[in-house]
């Protein structure tokens, strides 16, 4: 893993001074990292490269049974895709992120994360791995095991659904800097990856580059 801490970097306030920690991740390619925010923290994810998935989930810090929906996130938004404004919702229905920044605009609240059987029995590629080890192997030292890993935000994936109803994946839109910002409404236990998924043209363009995630308080 590749880590690195900024230092803590000065702005001037009326009255005074503040500071404001920046933290910052590069999660390498086919793998996951997890890490804590608290509220009112954001969370800048990007691209770095272009063309790249990022899978996204969160629990609730201090409650592991409470964690992110995509189910009813979607039920409150009342659409299967979201972008700046819009909330992230717990299988709780609490908020725990809000999109307040977003420079690609399109994201899967459809696609659980790749994994192991789906490149065996699919995708015809026996013994490869995805997403969902890399989260469970990220979060595992945060008590998280790999059945409680719940669907992710698949972060600048392209998908629809296609006019035989059939789910479709198409390259994703976002190109090297593009970025999307979070702001935690709860205090989460966040997991992320590189997307693992090589296998097919579409999803990362064929090859799969690293994402670059940043913390600020």
């Known amino acids: 893993m590749v880590v690195k801490v900024q230092p803590l970097s000065m702005r001037f306030v009326q009255g005074g ?5 920046q933290t910052y991740i590069e999660v390498p390619p086919k793998s996951g990292r997890a890490l804590v925010v608290k509220r009112g923290d954001t969370v800048r994810v990007t691209d770095i490269e272009g063309c790249q998935v990022a899978d996204f989930v969160c629990f609730n810090e201090h409650d592991h049974k409470e964690f992110l929906s ?9 659409k299967v895709r979201i972008s700046t404004g819009d909330v992230l919702f717990s299988n709780r229905n609490r908020s725990m992120f809000t999109i307040t920044a ?7 609240l459809l696609f659980p994360p790749c994994n192991r059987w789906l490149y065996q029995h699919v995708l ?9 080890e890399n989260l469970s192997e990220a979060l595992k030292t945060h008590g998280i095991e ?4 719940p669907d992710p935000f698949n972060l600048f ?11 479709q994946i198409h390259l994703p839109e976002s190109k090297a800097g593009d970025y999307i910002e979070l702001k935690a409404e709860m205090d989460c236990l966040i997991g992320i990856t590189s997307c693992a998924e090589d296998v097919s043209t579409e999803c990362n363009g064929g090859r799969c580059t690293p994402i670059g995630v940043e913390t600020r308080c």
């Open 102 to 108: 977003d420079t690609v605009g399109v994201h899967d």
């Open 146 to 149: 790999e059945d409680q890993v």
């Open 157 to 167: 994936m392209n998908t629809s659904v296609g006019p035989d109803n059939k789910l």
């Open 70 to 78: 995509s189910g009813k996130t979607r039920m409150n938004a009342w």
């Open 124 to 132: 015809g590629a026996p013994g490869k791995t995805g997403c969902l």
């Open 17 to 21: 001074m503040s500071m404001t920690e």
